[in-house]
């Protein structure tokens, strides 16, 4: 595991809020000078403590404002009907993220649909046929509170 000093996580902080400010600029942020900036981002993205980086859509613009999580419990826990649910669930292209979880359901996914008509789409055509599927209980979001893609460091 790479060790995080104070510098680091000055710089992960500022990535995390602009993933495209210029090495310059995260530089002057931080008090460093533009090449040991740039080098302590390379040897964190080559640590793979940066795992990589993306765009953050604005899911009203896109038509996909409507979350829904889907409390998923298999009809067996076994090794294989966890590693096939998890290998197919992968290949809906509406889950925002899948969790193995401790509680009454075993999973729970998160989806970005359009409306209530996709839910029942999706629903029908991916999760109900998903490996070995006994349950699922879905919650709709009437509102989102608070999100955040930033981990405290």
Do not use: K, W
């Not at 510098?7 to 400010?21: A, C, F, H, P």
């Not at 197919?88 to 979880?101: A, N, T, W, Y």
Request: negative net charge; hydrophobic residues 40%; proline residues 1%.
């Amino acid at each position: 595991m790479h060790e995080i000093d104070l510098t680091d996580r000055l710089i992960l902080n500022e990535l995390q809020i602009d993933g495209r400010v210029s090495h310059a600029e995260l530089a002057s942020r931080i008090g460093l000078s533009t090449s040991a900036c740039h080098r302590r981002v390379r040897r964190l993205e080559a640590d793979g403590v940066i795992a990589g980086y993306v765009m953050i859509l604005d899911t009203e613009a896109i038509g996909r404002d409507l979350d829904v999580f889907v409390e998923v419990s298999l009809v067996s826990q076994s090794e294989e009907s966890l590693r096939r649910f998890e290998e197919e669930v992968r290949d809906c292209p509406e889950v925002m993220s899948c969790h193995l979880v401790a509680g009454d359901a075993d999973y729970l996914v998160h989806l970005a649909v359009q409306d209530h008509r996709d839910f029942e789409r999706i629903h029908n055509q991916h999760l109900s046929r998903l490996a070995g599927v006994a349950r699922l209980r879905s919650n709709f979001a009437i509102r989102t509170v608070y999100q955040t893609t930033r981990h405290l460091l």
